[in-house]
């Protein structure tokens, strides 16, 4: 019976202690994995001096995250002579900002590609959406008119190779082959889905 009431008490301090005893004891933390993960912003630039000492160059290692989230590196080699009062740069700013907009055409549809993003012009609804790998490929089954399409485009640029557009019962099907594997959202912009790679 002490044994009992001992318990009793304990739980009853336990519960007046907290403000709030529905609460948990413990607060999950918010995930830095999860944060980094959704990052979109692109790297540009990275300058760096070595020091004084230093005349040449041997190798560049970089260590970089996959899209599964694991982590690897690729050492390049240069071996040439530096003159250390300049610094050196790792840059991809040029490419990004000459970047052009590439339009395209195969009816109804239209489509432009800028960046990692390729757009497409339409008023119809997308029944469903998913990947196929070797080579990679966006498949999207969009609602059908009346017209028959059997046609293709080579686009031959960086993360969008070509489109492809047939026609089914109930769906035209397009297929996207990308360049690489990435990792895709699709959204909704006024009256164009927008397909962001990353």
Not at 139 to 155: A, H
Request: charged share 25%; proline share 5%.
């Amino acid at each position: 019976m002490k044994k009992i009431f001992a318990v009793l008490i304990f739980v009853l301090c336990s519960l007046i202690g907290r403000e709030n005893p529905f609460e948990p004891l413990l607060i999950p933390k918010e995930s830095s994995h999860d944060a980094t993960k959704n990052a979109k912003d692109y790297f540009e630039v990275f300058d760096f001096k070595l020091p004084t000492t230093a005349r040449i160059l041997k190798n560049i290692t970089i260590t970089y995250q996959n899209i599964d989230g694991s982590v690897d590196t690729k050492t390049l080699s240069i071996d040439q002579s530096i003159d250390w009062h300049y610094p050196l740069r790792l840059t991809q700013k040029n490419a990004i900002v000459s970047e052009k907009t590439h339009y395209y055409t195969i009816p109804p549809f239209e489509f432009f590609t800028k960046q990692n993003k390729l757009y497409i012009h339409t008023d119809e609804k997308i029944q469903r959406a998913f990947i196929l790998p070797t080579p990679y490929r966006i498949v999207i089954d969009i609602d059908r008119k009346d017209r028959n399409i059997n046609q293709n485009i080579d686009l031959a640029k960086r993360y969008f190779t070509k489109i492809s557009i047939g026609t089914h019962n109930t769906f035209y099907r397009i297929v996207i082959t990308l360049d690489g594997q990435y990792q895709y959202q699709i959204n909704k912009e006024d009256q164009y889905y927008v397909i962001s790679l990353e």
